[in-house]
T-cell receptor, first 116, second 109 residues
Framework: EAGVVQSPRYKIIEKKQPVAFWCNPISGHNTLYWYLQNLGQGPELLIRYENEEAVDDSQLPKDRFSAERLKGVDSTLKIQPAELGDSAVYLC??????????????FGEGSRLTVL | LAKTTQPISMDSYEGQEVNITCSHNNIATNDYITWYQQFPSQGPRFIIQGYKTKVTNEVASLFIPADRKSSTLSLPRVSLSDTAVYYCLIVSGTYKYIFGTGTRLKVLA
């Protein structure tokens, strides 16, 4: 069974340019997460989806970041415009979560963004 | 959400047992303790999860004392390939998975 697929793996852009990351979760997983990971730090949650609904986006910088999960499957994370401080790895994770269940997270390999 | 504290780094030699302790004083009754492993250029990977006492799988063991305010991840006979960052997380039914800075384990030959 395929794991969580992310693309692109690497992206280099100039500041003020837009960028988008795509995530295809494991089939059947209802919960999808986007994390940001800076060098030497642990992943930080940006947004969590249950099916197509964003149930926790409190840490998403909404002035420049946006995300969507159409039809409750694939998801896209967008940054517009990108700033130098956005250089990081963007990780997507999915899980099958039932009420009260602590489902295991499955991560993709991440998308490494470099803003020049 | 319970905050976790774990050592920033550890060194070990091949063949040794490694124990990484995590403190989580504010753990709630319904929270679980979960450990993830992360290699460079990869996303974190689930290792083990437990609620109390001891849990063992093919990769590691997790020891949780009765008060549940700490936990210890035990890796038996580590090899060079176990060099990674290990994260301790407290997971609740709200599905908030909060990662700290983790413990960087370096296994030496």
């Amino acid at each position: 069974e395929a794991g969580v697929v992310q693309s692109p793996r690497y992206k280099i852009i100039e500041k003020k340019q837009p960028v988008a990351f795509w995530c295809n979760p494991i089939s059947g997983h209802n919960t999808l997460y986007w994390y940001l990971q800076n060098l030497g730090q642990g992943p930080e949650l940006l947004i969590r989806y249950e099916n197509e609904e964003a149930v926790d986006d409190s840490q998403l910088p909404k002035d420049r970041f946006s995300a969507e999960r159409l039809k409750g499957v694939d998801s896209t994370l967008k940054i517009q415009p990108a700033e130098l401080g956005d250089s990081a790895v963007y990780l997507c994770a999915s899980s099958f979560s039932l009420a009260g269940d602590t489902g295991e997270l499955f991560f993709g390999e991440g998308s490494r963004l470099t803003v020049l | 959400l319970a905050k976790t504290t774990q050592p920033i780094s550890m060194d070990s030699y091949e063949g040794q047992e490694v124990n990484i302790t995590c403190s989580h004083n504010n753990i709630a009754t319904n929270d679980y303790i979960t450990w993830y492993q992360q290699f460079p250029s990869q996303g974190p990977r689930f290792i083990i999860q437990g609620y109390k006492t001891k849990v063992t799988n093919e990769v590691a063991s997790l020891f949780i004392p009765a008060d549940r305010k700490s936990s210890t991840l035990s890796l038996p006979r580590v090899s060079l390939s176990d060099t990674a960052v290990y994260y301790c997380l407290i997971v609740s039914g709200t599905y908030k998975y909060i990662f700290g800075t983790g413990t960087r384990l370096k296994v030496l030959a």
